[in-house]
């Protein structure tokens, strides 16, 4: 149990409500957009309107000629300082500017700067490039097809093919299924989406000639390692670089790459000498920074008749577009996919994943998702409903039969993984019990009776995030650990800042109110700070729900680093032995005699005033965590849908949300995060795709075709929880941001399946639009 | 993105009249919304430019219009036309084959079959988008076809060069779309 202290204090378990919130409700926040320089001038892209074509020439003097224009970079120019080319975060490399060919629809192809955003955008129509068309590739199965064309000829390796991973036992898992009573399996393509922050990429590169230094300012979910990899890029001596990230609107992973732009930003500012702002559009955000997902997935499982699961198997083809520029974990090319063998125990598992190159923009990142887990938890929650089907048994009694059982933690699993800790069984009972699942399903089998559709469907998801321990987890080398650093002022005040960066999480409240739980200081009285690698301890940033088992975690040593030395000050002060002191949030006393204490305040003021002799002055301490392993989040999810069997239209009738993130921090905080991830769900399982035509056209390049759920779409969520501490973190949390992203889908999915069963069907792929049901119900001649 | 769109009218002309003027890609030419013939390269073949403008977007194709089969016996043509936007902005190609059927009433059954290929910016704006320009830009062409065949012939290259073409009209052109959207399910609507 967590100590709980005064809502003055405001520690663990508070709903403080969100410091940073009240300059965003004023419309006061600090965003890249809203940084202007003296003398700033703007960049624009110019983009390839082809998925795949040799580029014959390119004339720029139209461009150069338009007054404000002050320069055009082409790909050719970058060349020359070796430029044109930049490290992706997996090890692949990726055109800066096109040269030679363009090898995605809207891929850059030039930088236009002028002294005004507008003259740049009119200027970039007059950019004239002579493409000659290729035949494209836009179907990653056909991508290792003998004949398909090529689409990176920069590479030695002639062909399509990326990498292939496996894990597991293949030949142990082969026996199992060969002899197993009962086989089940799905095909499901999770389809390309998009994080579509509400703030889109951009950033302004400010290079000093009088100091030598370069300043970014950045849309980045990883300040720190952004720095590191211009130091590498652009040869800048990493001393001279500086990144900050202001205000960041939703990164959702979509900020974690380093994209053309920015570097285009760059070299304009060292050039020029002048600061250059570039910044996407909507449509710019949607068709060339990091998608998410396109997984065309098959699951298999093997089962005795009595719906006892014995093997899984998992064959998965990953398109990743023209460039690998997934932002994944070195050793984890498919990220933390492997975790797909869910709240289930198996005798054997065996998962494969290749990835290919297609015709289409690069990314694969992960969307608030650590590392590709919201697939893997996808599939299995879609593959159970189709054993529970084959079966005949109820979805929620096969689940709760193969549960790994709370006894069994910390477990490992057939994949590799050690689960910290666990409770399904908890949290599914919970959710069944307040959802009224047995009334409910009473309910469909009447509806039927009277040719209604109503489907309810469960998911039972477990997350594996906070990457990572660093004998498993670095990006481009660099281990993912994270960092704190806390100072105690002389009042009692504090400033911590972080490796990590807030994109709307709400680290200025959640941070500080770790502090208060350590320390005792109020949290009102903690300022964090974090995105300034000027001032911030060196991190990898925030994503794959990282924040909290990472640097929240770093955030608790270092407050315990300085209560231990806030003891040996008190003890200097109440002149008593270290021993004899006790600690309460807030104040050190004297066993038995509590009326003797030392406030941390008092402690502050002495530790700047009259510390012990021999004792180094003042009250700070830093600390880089190194979790000792991941962590790993659950829930279950219930959705009940009701179909229009007129349009094909599904509403959302309840959706109950079960989460068991471990120990919390702020109540209020999880809930928000909770919602936001189920409407994201939502909007992916039901509207959202991008999608390319045979030519490589995006068809879901801007929000007249990629749809945002706004309130209307969005139906009323119901959150409950179970706490299942963690073992191995300074405070027991888990990390929540992603659960209702990785958990959702399926739930929505399996509930139109549910209502659709007794029809015969098995599965329908994302996005399940009005239409594709209508057309399934026509099929069935269900269709009124 | 590739569509095809099927049409079917009728003209109160002779057969011999209407395939006259529809084996002549200068005067279809004069038909199209936004479209010119600016050159002829040789018997077959002819220099073109057609402006299409659809919200915000214009893209300016210039290319290529060829005859591909000329039966006069059936009185059927096949038409390939491709053009790539001035600017780079994308490509777009067309096969068009035309019939001719003579009625009963010494009219004539125009029938056209047109595989519409796309790339580029316009195509992004997604098929249900651009099925529709395509209707309303063979709707503007079935009614310009007609009225030109009224016409007192005359030099057929005149009226087809050299003029000043507008481009079809974008705001007219995205509200029949929008219509159009809610008509009824587009052909190749998904």
């Known amino acids: 149990m967590i100590y709980k202290t005064s809502p003055e204090i405001g520690g663990m378990g508070h709903s403080v409500k969100r410091k940073e919130d009240l300059r965003f409700i004023q419309g006061k926040g600090n965003y890249v957009d809203d940084v202007n320089l003296p003398g700033m001038v703007y960049g624009q892209v110019v983009r390839s309107p082809y998925a795949h074509a040799r580029i014959n020439s390119i004339n720029t003097e139209k461009a150069k000629a338009v007054p404000g224009v002050l320069a055009v970079i082409t790909g050719e120019d970058l060349a020359k300082a070796n430029l044109a080319w930049m490290p992706t975060l997996s090890y692949d490399k990726q055109m800066v500017l096109a040269t030679g060919k363009v090898l995605f629809q809207s891929q850059e192809v030039a930088f236009v700067v002028a002294e005004d955003r507008y003259i740049a955008a009119d200027a970039a129509e007059l950019v004239e490039v002579d493409y000659e068309e290729l035949p494209v590739l836009v179907d990653p199965n056909k991508a290792l097809d003998s004949g398909a064309p090529l689409v990176r000829e920069d590479r030695e390796q002639k062909n399509n093919h990326i990498f292939h991973w496996e894990v597991g036992n293949r030949e142990a898992t082969e026996q199992v299924f060969q002899s197993a009573e009962v086989r089940a399996s799905v095909k499901a393509f999770f389809p390309r989406c998009h994080p579509a922050p509400l703030e889109t990429c951009g950033c302004v590169a400010d290079f000093s000639r009088a100091t030598g230094r370069l300043t970014v300012y950045l849309t980045s979910q990883a300040p720190h390692a952004h720095r590191t990899v211009l130091a590498l890029v652009g040869g800048i001596p990493e001393n001279n670089i500086r990144v900050i990230s202001p205000d960041i609107g939703g990164g959702f992973g979509n900020k974690v790459p380093v994209y053309p732009g920015y570097v285009c930003a760059v070299v304009a500012s060292l050039t020029l000498g002048v600061p250059v702002k570039w910044i996407e559009t909507r449509s710019e955000n949607l068709q060339s920074t990091g998608f998410a997902r396109d997984y065309h997935m098959m699951a298999e499982i093997a089962s005795d008749r009595d719906g006892r699961m014995k093997a899984l198997r998992v064959k998965t083809l990953a398109d990743h577009g023209a460039f ?34 297609t015709n289409k923009a690069p990314g694969g990142v992960a969307y608030r998702c650590s590392f590709r887990v919201t697939e893997a938890a996808y599939l299995i929650e879609r593959v159970v409903d189709v054993l529970a089907l ?30 910290d800790s666990g409770n399904y069984e908890g949290a599914m009972k919970l959710a069944l019990d307040r959802i009224g699942y047995q009334e409910l399903r009473k309910e469909q089998a009447e509806k039927r009776k009277k040719g209604e559709l109503m489907g309810i469907g469960i998911s039972s998801f477990t997350e594996i995030v906070g990457a990572g321990p660093s004998h498993d987890f670095d990006i481009l080398g660099i281990k993912m650990f994270d960092s704190c650093e806390i100072r105690v002022h002389p009042t009692g005040k504090a400033m911590a800042r972080m490796g990590t960066k807030s994109q709307g999480q709400g680290h200025e409240t959640t941070y500080a109110q770790i502090v208060a739980q350590e320390l005792g200081i109020p949290a009102g009285d903690v300022t964090i700070e974090e995105g300034d690698t000027d001032t911030a301890p060196y991190g990898l940033g925030t994503y794959a729900s990282r924040s909290t088992p990472t640097s929240g975690a770093a955030t608790a040593v270092a407050a315990r680093k300085i209560r231990d030395k806030a003891k040996k000050i008190a003890a200097y002060l109440l002149e008593c032995n270290e021993n004899d002191l006790e600690w309460e949030p807030g104040k050190f006393f004297v066993k038995g005699a509590p009326s003797k204490s030392k406030t941390i305040q008092d402690i502050a003021f002495a530790a700047y005033t009259n510390f012990p002799p021999g004792m180094e002055p003042g009250l700070e301490a830093v600390d880089y965590y190194d ?23 599904v509403k959302v009738r309840r959706f109950l949300a079960v989460d068991d993130c471990g120990n919390i921090i702020n109540p209020m905080i999880v809930e928000g995060q909770i919602h936001g991830g189920l409407t994201e769900g939502l909007a992916i399982a039901f509207m959202q795709q991008i999608d390319y035509d045979e030519s490589g056209n995006v068809q879901g390049g801007s929000f007249m075709d990629y749809l945002l759920p706004t309130a209307v779409e969005t139906p009323h969520w119901e ?20 659960s209702p992203n990785v958990g959702s889908p399926a739930a929505f999915v399996n509930a139109v399946v549910d209502a659709l069963s007794h029809l015969g069907v098995k599965h329908i792929d994302m996005p399940i639009t009005p239409w594709k049901v209508w057309k399934v119900l026509q099929e069935k001649g269900v269709a009124a | 993105m590739a569509l095809k769109i099927e049409k079917t009218f009728e003209v109160p002309e002779p057969v011999e009249k209407v395939w006259a003027f529809l084996s002549d890609p200068r005067m279809v030419a004069t038909c199209v919304p936004g479209a010119q013939i600016t050159a002829q390269v040789d018997e077959k073949t002819y220099k073109g430019a057609i402006k299409v403008k659809v919200g915000p977007s214009i893209t300016d194709y210039t290319g290529e219009v060829q005859i591909v089969r000329l039966d006069t016996e059936n009185h059927e043509i096949e038409i390939l036309g491709k053009g790539q936007d001035v600017r780079g902005r994308g490509s777009a190609s067309m096969k068009m084959t035309g019939t001719l059927r003579a009625l009963d009433n010494s009219g004539t059954e125009v029938r056209s079959v047109s595989e519409i290929g796309v790339v580029g910016i316009l195509a992004q704006m997604g098929s249900r988008v651009i099925t529709e320009v395509s209707n309303i830009m063979f709707g503007e062409f079935t009614k310009n076809f007609q009225a030109r065949l009224k016409e007192p012939s005359d030099d057929p290259a005149a009226p087809a060069t050299g003029a000043d073409v507008k481009p079809i009209k974008a705001t007219a052109v995205a509200w029949q779309a929008t219509k159009g959207l809610f008509r009824g399910k587009s052909e190749s609507g998904s």
């Open chain 1, 719 to 738: 959150t409950d929880k179970t706490c299942t501490p963690c073992p191995h973190h300074p405070f027991g949390a888990k990390g929540v941001g992603e």
């Open chain 1, 627 to 649: 979790p000792p392993n991941l962590t790993f989040p659950f829930g279950t999810y219930i959705c009940v849908v009701d179909i229009d069997q007129g349009t094909g239209e």
């Open chain 1, 324 to 357: 690998n520029a997934t932002a994944q974990p070195t050793k984890f090319p498919a990220g933390l996919f492997s975790i797909c063998t869910g709240s289930y125990e198996y005798a054997q598992a065996f998962c494969e994943v290749d990835g290919v190159y």
């Open chain 1, 390 to 419: 084959e079966l005949k048994m109820d979805p929620a009694e096969l689940r709760l039969k193969n549960f790994i059982p709370e006894d069994k933690f910390p477990y490992k699993s057939s994949l590799g993984w050690t689960y």
